[in-house]
């Protein structure tokens, strides 16, 4: 383990009884704790986010995150919750207070309380300059302040921004320090991961950490939940005899996706394989073809990838989501591989002259109906020339609702090589969740045409009011 | 104030040195504590949003949420934290813990600390029991487990929920707990909140919190700090006087908005809203046109509102944005009355066949270039009839960068009744960003062209760099 102890001014040694260093306790993982930053914390202008991720990463690590704690850009109160953390946990991750305003002090609390100088970490400078200068852009004092550090700290990159994270140890704590701001601070957790492994501070027992996320669609979190209960416990008992702790299972609700991620605690990776393979047979065998994909990628890049392996197309026809299918479709890079475009025909005139809806189809069914989206798809499909077309057309609300057609009504239709198919949904949600579910189950209805093995029901068949997309 | 000393045991004195008993300082408001107790907490498996919503309260009260904290479900790290809470916070909330299972030990751990037993509520009990009668469903003792209350501490209903919360004073703090369900705590607080004013347990110098938000686009968040710097000390004595607190300014980054908030705690609502004018003017003073509005309505709310008055139409033609501009201005009700649709163009050819772009200048100009976007918002609103049509073209990245036209790069335009305007934008972003910048640049050059008085400058005119919409 390396551990720089650098704290040997008296005055500076925390202020706290002897007693209330914390002996490690062997059968409990090793403490973490995090730390977050920030007026706008304090006063709840801002939902912390960065705890929940933090905490995630370091449970993974075998750490067990035992307290969590916050304070304002005050400068005691940081020291003081610094100087505690430390005293109670090995791994300490600080996050907030390193930004360009006058108010972002962390710096100056970790010099404070470690008696360093703060300076300009020069490599950041260097880039800094540089990127300004191809712009033509001149630096300001605001823009250099962002990149302090205390002297002699170990300094982390920051990929995607401007101000460094550092790394400093306070007695038998290892203290890491990031910005605030959320996709800084997990670009720039990766490397620190990696470190914490390196230096045999996380947790000793579990030697391999593997998680598998399991992404489903279609089944509410409820019904996944009763559906999973106690297939942990029912997995092979040689199996489960080979992990160094019992595996764990987790929900998270995407919306409308259900993530089922699975944690293999293990005593090495061949077992801890064995039981994520193993459990993931079981959870396709209780969700069947509810379950669209396993892994980081969510239903645009699965559905993108598999229309760009066979060369396939894509167009879009939208009223209610109003360009949020096109939006998610093209929010995958290299989209413009499989997406052609399409049209976001909101008002009744633009379905008909873009898209060919007929009058009379109007008319007669209105806007909202089966006919309708399937000539939206297919019109798409043929005026754009691609291989599919998929429409919805629906009442997002909150207002527009009828009795036949309440709010949160949505057709759907996907118009392919061998025909067209539509689909109804009601969602009894909000505006943004009705537009979300519906562009969502478009793209599902189009994953399910490519995907032939997720015909499979779930085991037992599908309850009533269990299958919503 | 109330304040029932219940601690009488040696044993159970917070175990801390006399000297961190903070004495209360006149000069910062008094300091509230929260404590969100939960294992799924630790592990980062949900996001806490307790916290944020508790810290607006608190702050609305007139306290000063100095720090937070978090355990998870084991008693001696709750002791520990509520002890230290109760030593350096005047009003100590803490939410979760409370539920039926046998992980909820917050209320074991309260009766540990102020050496109570635990008893069940009594009227809680009546109204389960009753409530189960009806449905004809058998109370189980996990049902009961629930309603575990420390005895004799002051008992709080709980409107929409089985668990109710408490309040036990801990030397000169007042605790209050809650159950960790968000719309439970939200229901239960509003009596406490009441109860602290009551107790004389909030700030009491506020009479009146009044805030406003002036939403800026086009200018950097460090460039607004900047430019505001000092704006406070600078408001008329005599306005500053007759606040019961200094007024405060709040940043907070809504991508790529950033939003500026003035907090005024004043002795009456008078004083509040004067001093809310005079910031509001010197606002607008500083950073000109790049001020869009004032409050929680968002740019496609704001440009929706004028377009609604005028009695005037969009439609949009979309690129690199892929449908992202049309699903933020859909995203508002109401929008049908003025939003008529668009094409989202994603291949060259759906630019030719759909809005008219000619194969001439996606030959001489390419798809990103001013010459195309312009035929992209003449053809859009040409084709869909509308009075203003407003088209992207650019490279969202990570690939796709040329020198000429480097990653970021996005052209925009806008064509309406006095002819088309267009405008090039480089954001050295990742994709996400540089289509959320890119759809909300066409909103703001809209929005300009709706709003004479966004033509002001900043005083001083922007500096070289400064604006980037």
Known sequence: MLHTVR?????????????????????????????????????????????AWLAQQLTELGLQVRYRSGTNDQLEDICEALQRA????????????????????????????WRLPVVIDPAHEARLRSRFAERGVPLTPNNLRQLRVPQGAEVIENPVGLAP???????????????????????????????????????????????????????????????LRGMLDGLPADLLARQAQRPTLHFRLSFPEVLVTVVARSRDSVAARELLDSVGIEVRRRLGGAVYSEGEDDLPVVVGR???ARGETLAVAESCTGGLLGALVTAVPGSSAYFLGGVIAYADAVKQ?????????????????????????????????AVWGAALSGIAGPTGGSVDKPVGTVHLALAGPTGTVARRMIWPGDRDQ??????LAALNLLDRALSPERAAPPEGGAAPGEERL
């Open 353 to 385: 002259a873009l898209l060919g809806v007929s009058a009379d189809t109007l008319a007669r069914h209105g806007a909202v109906s089966e006919p309708c989206v399937r000539q939206m798809a297919e019109g798409v499909r043929h005026r754009l020339g």
């Open 86 to 113: 430390a005293c109670r946990a090995r791994v300490v991750v600080v996050s907030g207070g390193l930004g360009p305003t006058e108010d972002d002090i962390t710096v100056e609390a970790a010099c404070a309380l």
């Open 434 to 439: 009705v537009r979300r579910i519906a562009a």
């Open 7 to 51: 704290l040997t001014a008296p005055s500076l040694r925390p202020n706290l009884p002897a007693q209330m260093y914390k002996s490690p306790d062997e059968n409990r993982p090793p403490a973490a704790e995090i730390l977050t930053i920030g007026d706008e914390l304090g006063r709840g202008e801002i939902v912390d986010t960065n705890t």
């Open 306 to 308: 598999k229309l760009a």
């Open 165 to 227: 994270g550092f790394r400093l140890d306070l007695g038998p704590a290892a203290c890491w320090f990031f910005p605030g701001v959320p996709r800084e601070l997990r670009a720039m957790f990766t490397s620190v991961a990696a470190r914490i492994r390196e230096h045999g501070l996380a947790g000793a027992e579990a030697a391999v950490v593997l998680r598998r996320t399991f992404r489903v669609i279609g089944l509410g979190e409820s019904h996944v939940d009763h559906r």
